[in-house]
């Protein structure tokens, strides 16, 4: 057996069960397999596989013919510019949640020192992003996922900034500890009936914990803001992610708690997905 001919039988058994990419996830699992990048397989794609290894190629391509996502099978995903341990249960870091990394940087570009507080940490990919970018920074996570902040805690280890943050295992409602310039959240914010008409690969395999936004989709956005009102101090920024149709909703939400809309942003599709705002009383 050869790469070529192994992405080849990769190749057919995702397509048939209608999974979207299947010649790039076919070429990610095997190159996971045997320890190369993808490069390394379009440059030689006679080069044999041993049996071994195509049996666990084997194996995995049969799960991602189920839906499980990628990274979950690779366990790991790259996020704005470093590379984050996943693990199943936690939520997969998505491409337009890095809007929230670029429009922080932007706010708080001249700022020497900030302390931040991320509520529903997850993987830890959004808090520690920023404090890689900015060295003088220090912040907490919390989630109410064990697996989150076990899996915060070793990503914030792998990326050398685990002195400058501390991951808590708490619900929002029971947190009431500091102060912060900035507190950032992409919070559960699908409407409940909806997770079911989810793509296979969300509604299946990632946890609901960190999909359910409760009937409207704003219960735990709701939570945040109140949440954000007691530990932001004056002048102090929330940046919260959306789902593309909640901005009117949330707009509201901030406005009734005394924060100043600063600033809307569109994800990759020009849809509405980062709303900025000041605490001004």
């Not at 069960?17 to 990610?28: A, H, R, V």
């Not at 707009?251 to 600033?263: A, P, R, T």
Request: proline fraction near 3%.
């Amino acid at each position: 057996m050869n790469i070529k001919t192994a992405i080849s039988e990769g190749v057919n058994l995702l397509s048939n069960n209608l999974i979207k990419c299947p010649g790039l996830d076919s070429e990610i699992l095997l190159a996971e397999v045997l320890n190369k990048k993808r490069e390394f397989l379009i440059l030689n794609l006679n080069e044999k596989i041993e049996e071994k290894n195509f049996r666990i190629y084997k194996d995995l391509i049969k799960q991602r013919s189920l839906g499980k996502p990628i990274a979950y099978l690779t366990k790991k995903k790259n996020f704005w510019n470093s590379e984050f341990k996943i693990c199943e249960g936690v939520l997969i870091p998505r491409p337009d949640t890095e809007i929230l990394i670029q429009e922080t940087l932007k706010i708080f570009k001249n700022k020497e020192s900030a302390n931040i507080l991320d509520i529903g940490v997850g993987s830890g990919c959004i808090i520690l992003s920023i404090l890689k970018e900015k060295p003088c920074f220090h912040g907490k996570g919390i989630d109410i996922c064990t697996k989150s902040i076990n899996l915060s805690t070793f990503n914030a280890s792998k990326l050398g900034i685990n002195n400058r943050v501390k991951f808590i295992k708490t619900d929002v409602d029971n947190f009431c500890f500091g102060k912060y310039d900035l507190i950032i959240s992409n919070p559960p914010y699908i409407k409940s009936y909806e997770i079911k008409y989810l793509e296979k690969d969300v509604n299946c395999f990632e946890p609901r914990l960190a999909l359910d936004g409760g009937l409207d989709g704003t219960l735990k956005i709701l939570k945040i803001i109140n949440k954000a009102h007691i530990l932001l101090k004056v002048n102090g920024k929330l940046v919260l992610e959306i789902a593309y149709n909640q901005k009117n909703n949330v707009v509201d939400l901030l406005k009734k708690k005394g924060f100043y809309i600063n600033k809307i942003i569109k994800d990759y599709a020009h849809n509405d997905r980062c709303i900025i705002s000041t605490k001004i009383s």
